[in-house]
């Protein structure tokens, strides 16, 4: 039997667009910071891991792609995020994509959630990808163009158990989504919201994949391939180009197929 291999699309309107994407150092938000510069877009991108953002940097760089800005910064901190948006316009240009893709789904059990973790949670997971979108609309008013892709989970459509804080602010980016595609729309500025499922990124697999959480996602995901964050940001690719532009206010879902 000979195995099809998978040839993927380009898009040659994110050629020299400004994209701005969150958690770029490592996981999915590496993935993206990668496929956007293969794409010939200029990528700024910001994350907290110092030494892993200057070696993606290093290592887009060295495969011949534009290589992408990394700006050193704690999502938690607004002022942070907004001068982080405003040097990324500075060098890039007007910021047309925008991926809040940054998240922490750190595991924890409702008796032991206070006031002050459930106010931190709420900044890693939700509160910065409100900030980012109003930071950006005033640049994409300008051009009358642009595609925001929040970042949601299927953790709050399957109900996980085992990190109930982090389920309620995905599942809030999901409203936030609906109400901000509603508002941004008449300025030709799309807002959709990526649902990844379990993806198979580093971090996964050294914390959460044991040999129980195999068994979950072969009895659970219609598809055998486990989910790689190049899957996450190939969607990502078409959201963010010309090719969706009638594609707003939607969940766009990417887990293999769980039930």
Request: proline fraction near 4%; hydrophobic fraction near 40%.
């Amino acid at each position: 039997m000979t195995v099809r291999q998978p040839h993927y699309a380009s898009y040659p309107s994110l050629a020299g667009r400004s994209v701005f994407i969150t958690g770029g150092g490592s996981g999915i938000g590496e993935s993206l910071v990668r496929h956007f510069s293969e794409q010939g877009s200029r990528v700024a991108f910001v994350d907290v891991a110092v030494e892993a953002s200057q070696a993606l940097v290093e290592s887009v760089a060295a495969t011949g792609a534009p290589a992408p800005l990394f700006l050193q910064c704690d999502l938690r901190d607004v002022d942070g995020i907004k001068d982080a948006l405003s040097i990324a316009c500075q060098r890039n240009g007007h910021i047309s994509v925008l991926c809040n893709n940054a998240g922490n789904d750190d595991r924890h059990r409702t008796e032991d959630v206070d006031v002050a973790y459930w106010d931190e949670r709420m900044a890693v997971n939700l509160r910065h990808q409100f900030f980012t979108a109003q930071t950006v609309l005033a640049y994409m008013k300008e051009t009358g163009a642009g595609s925001i892709i929040n970042f949601g989970s299927i953790t709050w459509m399957v109900g996980d158990a085992d990190c109930p804080v982090y389920v309620t602010a995905k599942a809030a980016v999901y409203g936030m989504t609906r109400a901000l595609a509603r508002e941004f729309g008449p300025y030709g500025i799309r807002v959709n919201c990526m649902v990844p499922g379990w993806v198979m990124t580093e971090r996964q697999q050294r914390l959460w994949l044991t040999p129980e959480g195999e068994r979950q996602i072969s009895e659970r995901q219609c598809l055998p391939t486990r989910l790689q964050p190049s899957d996450i940001a190939r969607m990502a690719l078409f959201l963010a180009a010309d090719d969706s532009a009638m594609c707003t206010s939607q969940q766009f879902i990417v887990d293999g197929g769980w039930v």
